[in-house]
T-cell receptor, first 113, second 118 residues
Framework: SQTIHQWPATLVQPVGSPLSLECTVE??????LYWYRQAAGRGLQLLFY??????ISSEVPQNLSASRPQDRQFILSSKKLLLSDSGFYLC????????????FGPGTRLTVL | AQKVTQAQTEISVVEKEDVTLDCVYE???????LFWYKQPPSGELVFLIR??????QNEISGRYSWNFQKSTSSFNFTITASQVVDSAVYFC???????????????FGKGTHLIIQP
């Protein structure tokens, strides 16, 4: 069966510090991968998606970036965090076509102080 | 552009009552998918159901049922005989049909916080 991991589970970082969140998927190959952010009191917003190694598409301009160095690894980064980067970050994966549902990881709760 | 509206921010009912969560969507796509996810206090989103735009048949799974009406662009979710364990935030979501380009991220509503009181 497939599983998705995210770490760390929680993170408290000062403004201006760097960020690296990691997501890995097990039990599947060539998945589509996604990063979403859930800010307090708001819905989930798609940040990045990837259909393959090294292929990243951004949905919202921001000071965050994503990378996919391996087939089942997806990394969310920032060089300098802003207060507005605080939120709950969820990684998701989707099997190749024709299935369409996405399956989510446990999330990382980021607080920027 | 796609949009999902969940007008009910919070619903509170007493256990064993039936409750319906509303979802209205907007899309220009002729083929699309609709989803419901559950987010318990732990935070992880749990997939509940997917519905294809060309399939308007309603679905029942145990105490859960979904009513998809393309004419009104609605995809409502009903829990029958609610239980305390149903307490969570429920999200309705929309995606275009897979185009091969990978641009099939989900557009979420803002969620409905469902509270089931014992």
């Amino acid at each position: 069966s497939q599983t998705i991991h995210q770490w760390p589970a929680t993170l408290v970082q000062p403004v201006g510090s760097p960020l690296s969140l990691e997501c890995t998927v097990e039990g599947t190959s060539n998945p589509n991968l996604y990063w979403y952010r859930q800010a307090a009191g708001r819905g989930l917003q798609l940040l990045f998606y990837s259909v393959g190694i090294g292929q990243i598409s951004s949905e919202v301009p921001q000071n965050l970036s994503a990378s996919r160095p391996q087939d089942r690894q997806f990394i969310l980064s920032s060089k300098k965090l802003l207060l507005s980067d605080s939120g709950f970050y969820l990684c998701a994966w989707k099997p190749p076509f024709p299935l369409s549902e996405q399956f989510f990881g446990p999330g990382t709760r980021l607080t920027v102080l | 552009a796609q949009k999902v509206t969940q007008a009910q921010t919070e619903i509170s009912v007493v256990e064993k009552e039936d409750v319906t969560l509303d979802c209205v969507y907007e899309t220009r796509d002729t083929t699309y998918y609709l989803f419901w996810y559950k987010q318990p206090p732990s935070g992880e989103l749990v997939f509940l159901i997917r519905r294809n735009s060309f399939d308007e048949q309603n679905e029942i799974s145990g105490r859960y049922s979904w009513n998809f009406q393309k004419s009104t662009s609605s995809f409502n979710f009903t829990i029958t005989a609610s239980q305390v364990v149903d307490s969570a935030v429920y999200f309705c979501a929309l995606s275009e049909a897979y185009s091969g380009g990978g641009a099939d991220g989900l557009t979420f509503g803002k969620g409905t916080h469902l509270i089931i009181q014992p």
